[in-house]
């Protein structure tokens, strides 16, 4: 994992993203090639308006403890809030800020966790929302956060999507994540929030599986147009191949992305592509070690796997 | 397609129907439509005109071949028509040289071959009874109203005991005071009868009214689920209750608005076709 070398600064009041807090949870493998008996907290972030900030990581949790070893545990997403969860109280005190919910997403190479990446968000509208697939084989709500959104949120509960329909459907089926740009106009967005004060930006579906084929549930992120999730967040496409033996340290070739991403230079893109291929895992980029682009102080990368192959990375920067 | 149980009693798989076109590759007017049903559910589908409900409908009546997906009740697969399904279209299509009780005894004739004639007659009396005709049953089609021929047809296809009943908007020729007390008729047989039925339906009220849920359809070509809707409100309903439900409203405006939304993508695919058309015509002016 690259290291983190920003200095701690000054916190100030607001982040001008909804996600205000990320940490990244690493699954160590131990000498014998087993994976260790608990995560990790590799990195932690609090995102401020002037300078985001490091603070200290030193912590491990077992599966169930924690929400990192919940979604562990759980092998699926797991969303806290509430002024009762003494986890996510835990969380705002390490953090020294106010969150709202938690969001803590795993990362499989095929049925292995490679890491969690747990999502702090507050002070803004926007919603987040994890599909699972029930009995029918339809997608319904398994847990969420709302703000702005109280017409959506009630409907939601309601709402059922089978394979490929609606945004939660189609990440589905082609087991891919997507990015729904202003959703009231998009013809894939299907749910209505007119009535609600909120006023969607983007749709962000991202696919969570141990096994390439089977999503076992869907994340949706819906961000406001006042705050988004990150400074910038896109989706890229990536052609890679499985480790073998005779090539165990395959490449990832970087091959589009979303257009959110437009304004960065393919040679960039390629190299944080040679950097997930090296670390086969999320990634974590800060600008003093000279692999962001100017204007922002760090970002996040996270693989979406298809078996030992990275099909997808989801680029957070902030 | 899994083992039926009474959470999957209609499994509705990939459903594709498509049509041969002479200028290219075959249209599918519906595509990878999923659907499942439980024992006794009643399931509207909702849409635009010409979307492909009534084709999806067909298809599940066995009066439509499939051209590609699977479709079971009760776990065995549908390739035809069968007394295990019932189907009442919108206009009655009652034979005028029978009385009400002769309509319901043709069918009642069919699926009761080893019944007495009294049982039989029995059975077609009861379910005439049921729709509120037990006045009427010795009427010809032209002695009785549309609401009262629709009647006829909903008694005549209960009276085969259907596992699925399939309703192709059949309250769309009658007036408002009729439509219902119709819908009032049918959802206490169902009520009564726990029979698995999927309505086509284009009336947003009728559909969070009868329904424990809304199946939305895109528009087509490739027309498909969009979503589906679960409608909470508990059963036996009295439509005064459900009217002034605080969140009726909630999910009225959710169905609209889906319609809405599929409509301006209508507008839009159509603007896009027209631009296409354009661009072609003017390249053609341009090469002379």
Redesign the interface.
Known sequence: MTTMTIKPSTMTSESVTLINYVEVWTLPENDDGSSAESLQLDHAFVVDRDQSRRIDSNQKNSPGQGIAGSAWKQQGPVILQGENSTVLANVRSHAGIPIDALLAIPIFRDYDLVNVVVFGVTNGNGGIEIWTRD????LAISGSWYEGLA?FE??SQ?????????VPGACWKDGRPRIVPRPAEA?GF???F??DPAHLADCIGLPIGRDYGFAGSIILLLSDESKPFARNFSLWQCESSAPSESDPDPTIKFSGSSSNASDFSPAWCQQICDEVAKERGTVILHAESGNLPEGFQFGVVIPFFAKESINDLAVLLY | MSKSTSNRYVEIVNLTKAYPNPFGRDIEVVKDFNMILKKGEIVSVIGHSGCGKSTVLTMVAGLNPISAGELAVEGKQVSGPGPDRSVVFQSPCLLPWMTSLENVMLGVKQCYPHGSRKQRRQICEHYLNLVGLADSMHKYPREMSGGMQQRVGIARAIALKPQVLLLDEPFGRLDSLTRMDLQDTILEILDREKITTMVITHDVDEAIYMSDRICMMTNGPEATVGQMLEVPFARPRVRAEILDHPRYYDFRFALIAFLEKQEHAKDAHVKSVHEKLRESQNELVAAG
């Open positions: 009995e029918r084989d339809e017409s009630f409907i309601y709402v059922r999507f089978p394979k490929g329909a609606g013809p299907i749910r209505s007119d009535k």
